[in-house]
């Protein structure tokens, strides 16, 4: 089946701890994105990549980093300096030409 | 930056009952997509509309493009307990161009 994945689901670290959250896709999209939703908020986008090798600062990256070696993965790592990690984090994708963005099932992040 | 503004913020209605929500914004667009979110999960596209003044049903909703091109409604009608879940309006006027999202209607169903 053709998706977006997510992985894990639910992450527990404690503060101070970097993490790393996972998102694989095999739509064969170009574009991939990073939000951050907190309760009874919009989503907020934190990193974007158009291409391979290359990503753009979103609305909220501070305390953030992401790479993107490969066109199917596109890892967030929320590092020690963000001051409150503790949300949900949702990937999305996007086929060059498309408005339609496609979103992950989602992890949430709890840091202790 | 852009903004979208959703309302209501939440609705409590009854199985059976049809369903309005509405998105504006100060500022043209010429896209607007409706997302769904079930609980826990990530939002869903219902339905993408392209053209002022545009009408398009995806099932029991419909989604219109307002003539304007600053706002956009989306119904529900006969609505059943699965269509619980927050909606979201979208559109690109980000800061750089990218997607920007409204603050959600959250829709309770009562059986």
């Known amino acids: 089946d053709g998706g977006i994945t997510q992985s894990p689901k639910y992450l527990f670290r404690k503060e101070g701890q970097n993490v790393t959250l996972s998102c694989e896709q095999n739509?064969?999209?170009?574009?991939m994105y990073w939000y951050r939703q907190d309760p009874g908020q919009g989503l907020r986008l934190i990193y974007y990549?158009?291409?391979?090798?290359?990503?753009q600062k979103g609305d909220i990256a501070e305390g953030y980093s992401v790479s993107r070696e490969k066109k199917e993965s596109f890892p967030l790592t929320v590092t020690s300096a963000q001051k409150n990690p503790t949300a949900f984090y949702l990937c999305?994708?996007?086929?060059?030409?498309?408005?339609?963005?496609?979103f992950g099932p989602g992890t949430r992040l709890t840091v202790l | 930056g852009q903004q979208l503004n959703q309302s209501p913020q939440s609705m409590f209605i009854q199985e059976g009952e049809d369903v309005s929500m509405n998105c504006t914004s100060s500022?043209?667009?010429?896209?607007w997509l409706w997302y769904k979110q079930d609980p826990g999960e990530g939002p869903v596209l219902l339905i993408a509309?392209?053209?002022?003044?545009e009408l398009t049903s995806n099932g029991r909703l419909t989604a219109q493009f307002g003539i304007t091109r600053k706002d956009s409604f989306l119904n529900i009608s006969a609505s059943i307990p699965s269509d619980v879940g927050i909606y979201f309006c979208?559109?690109?006027?980000?800061?750089?161009?990218?997607?920007?999202f409204g603050k959600g209607t959250k829709l309770s169903v009562k059986p």
């Open positions: 999305a994708s996007r086929i060059t030409g498309s408005n339609e963005q496609f």
């Open positions: 739509l064969n999209h170009d574009a």
């Open positions: 990549s158009q291409i391979v090798n290359d990503f």
């Open positions: 500022s043209i667009f010429n896209t």
């Open positions: 509309l392209y053209k002022a003044g």
């Open positions: 979208s559109n690109y006027g980000g800061s750089q161009g990218n997607l920007i």
